[in-house]
C-alpha cells in the first residue's frame, strides 16, 4: 500500500482532485466503475504526478496506506449511497470516507451515524469552484469527527486555495453534516449574489439605458471596488462578449431562462424549517423559477404597466452610482441571512460553526469568493456573538450611508416596471428588523379572531383570548 489518498469517481471534478493532489505531492490512488476514465486520466496526466491507477475496489482499497483516506466523487444521491456500501465493506475501523459530492446535509447525518456504527469516520465535504477549482484549489467545507480532520486536514489544507493573506480555504466546519450544512447556504448565497448583480444589469440597461458593452465597463469599476469579486469580475467578461454567429451581445442571444440544481432550493426549505427568514435568497430561487415559466410570461405579457424610459447623460450616470449603493447594501442583506441560517443550522444540530471562519474559507477558490468576506470575518472576530451581520457596526454605518440611494432605486424599479425582487426584498427585510412596531400585531388579532389562536400583550405577561363572537371580553388563556 503506497497511497496516501484515494479517489474514487473520476468525471470531471474526482479527475480534477486527483490531480490536485497528486500535483501537491500526494500519491493518489484512482478507481472509476468504468476502468475506461482510470486509464484516460493516467493517460493525460500521468507526468503530472505518482497515480496508482486501479481496477476494483479492493483493489483501491488495498492500495491505501492506513488509515485509508478515500474521497468518493460520484452523482450525488443513490449513486453515492451504492458506492460508500461498496467500499464500507472493504474498511476497517479508523479509515476515513470522504464524500465531495454535493449531498444534502441530512443525508450526510444519515450515512456519517451508519459508518460511525463501523468505526469509519464519514466526512461530507462542500467543495466549491467547479472544475478549475477542483484542480487549481477550490475552497473546502470538511464535516465529520475531530479525528478525522487531524488526518485529512493536512491534505486538504495543501490543494485548497489560497486567500489574499495566504491561508488556506478549508477549516473544520464541525461534526457530521456541517460541511455540506454550509456548502449549501454557500450556494443560497450564490444564488441571491447573482440574482442582485443580475438585477443591476437590468436597471443599468433599461433605466439608465446603457448598452451591455458599456455595463460591462461599469461592473470592471465596481469590481475595483468594495464589490470586488469573482462573479462581478465574471459579469464583465459575459456582458463583453459578442455571440460570432450574429454579432449581437452574447447577452441578447441567450434564452432568458436560469435553471438550477437544487441547493438553492434546499437552502430555502431548510430555512422554513428552521424557522429562519431568507427572503432574499428565497427570491433568488423564485426568479429563477418565474423566468423558466414561458407559458406563463406569454400569457401576461399583455398586462398593464409602465415600460421604463431610459434615463441617458449625467441623469444615468448618477443612477448607475445608485445602483451601486442598492447592490451593496442588498448584498450585505443576503450575507446577514445566509449567516442566520447556519448559525440557526449550527445551533439546532449542535455544530459549533465558526461563522468568521467560514466567511474567511470562503475568501479564494469558491464562487462567491470577494474581498468583503474579510468584513465578515472581522465583524466575527469583533463580537462572536453578533446577533446578525446588520448589527454590526460598519456594516450598519455603511448602510446608513447607501439606504437613500437603494430606496430610491426600489423606488424606481417600481415606478418604471422593471421586477427588481432582490434589491426589494432586501429593503423590506431590513426596515422589518428596524421596525418598532410590524403589522404583526394586526396578523396575531385576525388569528385570535378565527381560530382563537391566543396572543400575548406588551403591557403585561400571559397568554390572552378575546371572546370575539361573545361580547368581546378577554379571557385570560
Ligand atoms: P457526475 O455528478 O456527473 O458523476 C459522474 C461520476 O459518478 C462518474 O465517475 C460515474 O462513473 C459515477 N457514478 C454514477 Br453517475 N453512478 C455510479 C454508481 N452507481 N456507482 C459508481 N459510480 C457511479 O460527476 P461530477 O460532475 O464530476 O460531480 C461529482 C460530484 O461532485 C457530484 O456529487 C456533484 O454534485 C459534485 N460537484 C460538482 C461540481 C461541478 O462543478 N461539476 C462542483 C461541486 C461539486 P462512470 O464513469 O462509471 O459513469
Same mark, same amino acid.
Given at each position: 500500500?503506497?497511497?496516501?489518498?484515494?479517489?474514487?469517481?473520476?468525471?470531471?471534478?474526482?479527475?480534477?482532485?486527483?490531480?490536485?493532489?497528486?500535483?501537491?505531492?500526494?500519491?493518489?490512488?484512482?478507481?472509476?466503475?468504468?476502468?475506461?476514465?482510470?486509464?484516460?486520466?493516467?493517460?493525460?496526466?500521468?507526468?503530472? /504526478?505518482?497515480?496508482?491507477?486501479?481496477?476494483?475496489?479492493?483493489?483501491?482499497?488495498?492500495?491505501?496506506?492506513?488509515?485509508?483516506?478515500?474521497?468518493?466523487?460520484?452523482?450525488?444521491?443513490?449513486?453515492?449511497?451504492?458506492?460508500?456500501?461498496?467500499?464500507?465493506?472493504?474498511?476497517?475501523?479508523?479509515?476515513?470516507?470522504?464524500?465531495?459530492?454535493?449531498?444534502?446535509?441530512?443525508?450526510?447525518?444519515?450515512?456519517?451515524?451508519?459508518?460511525?456504527?463501523?468505526?469509519?469516520?464519514?466526512?461530507?465535504?462542500?467543495?466549491?469552484?467547479?472544475?478549475?477549482?477542483?484542480?487549481? /484549489?477550490?475552497?473546502?467545507?470538511?464535516?465529520?469527527?475531530?479525528?478525522?480532520?487531524?488526518?485529512?486536514?493536512?491534505?486538504?489544507?495543501?490543494?485548497? #486555495?489560497?486567500?489574499?493573506? /495566504?491561508?488556506?480555504?478549508?477549516?473544520?466546519?464541525?461534526?457530521?453534516?456541517?460541511?455540506?450544512?454550509?456548502?449549501?447556504?454557500?450556494?443560497?448565497?450564490?444564488?441571491?449574489?447573482?440574482?442582485?448583480?443580475?438585477?443591476?444589469?437590468?436597471?443599468?440597461?433599461?433605466?439608465?439605458?446603457?448598452?451591455?458593452?458599456?455595463?460591462?465597463?461599469?461592473?470592471?469599476?465596481?469590481?475595483?471596488?468594495?464589490?470586488?469579486?469573482?462573479?462581478?469580475?465574471?459579469?464583465?467578461?459575459?456582458?463583453?462578449?459578442?455571440?460570432?454567429?450574429?454579432?449581437?451581445?452574447?447577452?441578447?442571444?441567450?434564452?432568458?431562462?436560469?435553471?438550477?440544481?437544487?441547493?438553492?432550493?434546499?437552502?430555502?426549505?431548510?430555512?422554513?424549517?428552521?424557522?429562519?427568514?431568507?427572503?432574499?435568497?428565497?427570491?433568488?430561487?423564485?426568479?429563477?423559477?418565474?423566468?423558466?415559466?414561458?407559458?406563463?410570461?406569454?400569457?401576461?405579457?399583455?398586462?398593464?404597466?409602465?415600460?421604463?424610459? #431610459?434615463?441617458?447623460?449625467?441623469?444615468?450616470?448618477?443612477?448607475?452610482?445608485?445602483?451601486?449603493?442598492?447592490?451593496?447594501?442588498?448584498?450585505?442583506?443576503?450575507?446577514?441571512?445566509?449567516?442566520?441560517?447556519?448559525?440557526?443550522?449550527? /445551533?439546532?444540530?449542535?455544530?459549533?460553526?465558526?461563522?468568521?471562519?467560514?466567511?474567511?474559507?470562503?475568501?479564494?477558490?469558491?464562487?462567491?469568493?470577494?474581498?468583503?468576506?474579510?468584513?465578515?470575518?472581522? #465583524?466575527?472576530?469583533?463580537?462572536?456573538?453578533?446577533?446578525?451581520?446588520?448589527?454590526?457596526?460598519?456594516?450598519?454605518?455603511?448602510?446608513?450611508?447607501?439606504?437613500?440611494?437603494?430606496? #430610491?432605486?426600489?423606488?424606481?424599479?417600481?415606478?418604471?416596471?422593471?421586477?427588481?425582487?432582490?434589491?426589494?426584498?432586501?429593503?423590506?427585510?431590513?426596515?422589518?428588523?428596524?421596525?418598532?412596531?410590524?403589522?404583526?400585531?394586526?396578523?396575531?388579532?385576525?388569528?385570535?379572531?378565527?381560530?382563537?389562536?391566543?396572543?400575548?400583550?406588551?403591557?403585561?405577561?400571559?397568554?390572552?383570548?378575546?371572546?370575539?363572537?361573545?361580547?368581546?371580553?378577554?379571557?385570560?388563556?
Amino acid at each position: 500500500a503506497s497511497a496516501r489518498i484515494g479517489v474514487t469517481g473520476l468525471a470531471v471534478m474526482g479527475r480534477n482532485l486527483a490531480r490536485n493532489f497528486a500535483r501537491n505531492g500526494f500519491t493518489v490512488a484512482l478507481h472509476n466503475r468504468t476502468e475506461a476514465r482510470t486509464r484516460e486520466l493516467v493517460d493525460a496526466f500521468g507526468h503530472e /504526478g505518482d497515480f496508482v491507477p486501479t481496477g476494483s475496489a479492493r483493489e483501491c482499497v488495498a492500495a491505501l496506506r492506513r488509515p485509508r483516506c478515500l474521497v468518493v466523487m460520484v452523482k450525488a444521491g443513490e449513486p453515492t449511497d451504492d458506492v460508500l456500501q461498496e467500499f464500507a465493506a472493504l474498511l476497517e475501523p479508523g479509515d476515513i470516507l470522504v464524500d465531495g459530492g454535493n449531498a444534502h446535509f441530512e443525508d450526510t447525518r444519515r450515512r456519517e451515524a451508519a459508518l460511525r456504527e463501523h468505526g469509519i469516520h464519514f466526512v461530507g465535504t462542500g467543495i466549491s469552484g467547479g472544475e478549475e477549482g477542483a484542480l487549481l /484549489g477550490p475552497s473546502i467545507m470538511p464535516g465529520g469527527s475531530d479525528a478525522s480532520y487531524e488526518a485529512l486536514g493536512p491534505l486538504l489544507e495543501r490543494i485548497a #486555495a489560497r486567500a489574499p493573506d /495566504g491561508a488556506p480555504c478549508t477549516a473544520h466546519m464541525g461534526p457530521d453534516g456541517a460541511g455540506h450544512f454550509v456548502k449549501m447556504v454557500h450556494n443560497g448565497i450564490e444564488y441571491a449574489d447573482m440574482q442582485l448583480i443580475a438585477e443591476a444589469y437590468d436597471l443599468l440597461r433599461k433605466v439608465a439605458g446603457l448598452a451591455p458593452a458599456e455595463i460591462a465597463e461599469v461592473f470592471r469599476r465596481w469590481n475595483q471596488g468594495r464589490l470586488d469579486s469573482y462573479l462581478i469580475e465574471i459579469t464583465a467578461q459575459v456582458l463583453t462578449h459578442t455571440d460570432a454567429e450574429t454579432g449581437r451581445p452574447f447577452v441578447d442571444v441567450v434564452a432568458d431562462r436560469a435553471e438550477q440544481k437544487g441547493t438553492g432550493r434546499w437552502t430555502v426549505q431548510t430555512a422554513l424549517d428552521l424557522g429562519v427568514p431568507v427572503p432574499g435568497i428565497a427570491e433568488a430561487v423564485f426568479a429563477r423559477s418565474v423566468s423558466g415559466h414561458a407559458d406563463l410570461r406569454a400569457a401576461s405579457r399583455h398586462l398593464a404597466g409602465p415600460g421604463a424610459r #431610459a434615463l441617458g447623460g449625467d441623469a444615468a450616470a448618477a443612477f448607475t452610482d445608485r445602483v451601486e449603493q442598492a447592490l451593496y447594501a442588498s448584498k450585505i442583506v443576503s450575507y446577514t441571512q445566509g449567516f442566520h441560517e447556519i448559525a440557526a443550522g449550527s /445551533g439546532k444540530y449542535g455544530w459549533n460553526i465558526d461563522l468568521g471562519r467560514v466567511a474567511a474559507i470562503w475568501r479564494g477558490g469558491c464562487i462567491i469568493r470577494a474581498a468583503f468576506l474579510d468584513r465578515i470575518t472581522r #465583524a466575527y472576530a469583533a463580537q462572536p456573538g453578533l446577533p446578525s451581520l446588520l448589527t454590526d457596526k460598519g456594516f450598519a454605518t455603511e448602510i446608513a450611508a447607501a439606504q437613500d440611494d437603494w430606496r #430610491a432605486v426600489v423606488a424606481t424599479a417600481a415606478t418604471q416596471g422593471v421586477p427588481a425582487p432582490g434589491f426589494a426584498s432586501a429593503l423590506a427585510y431590513y426596515d422589518s428588523l428596524r421596525a418598532e412596531r410590524l403589522p404583526a400585531a394586526l396578523t396575531q388579532g385576525q388569528r385570535d379572531y378565527f381560530g382563537a389562536h391566543t396572543y400575548r400583550r406588551t403591557d403585561r405577561d400571559g397568554v390572552f383570548h378575546t371572546l370575539w363572537a361573545g361580547d368581546r371580553t378577554e379571557a385570560e388563556g
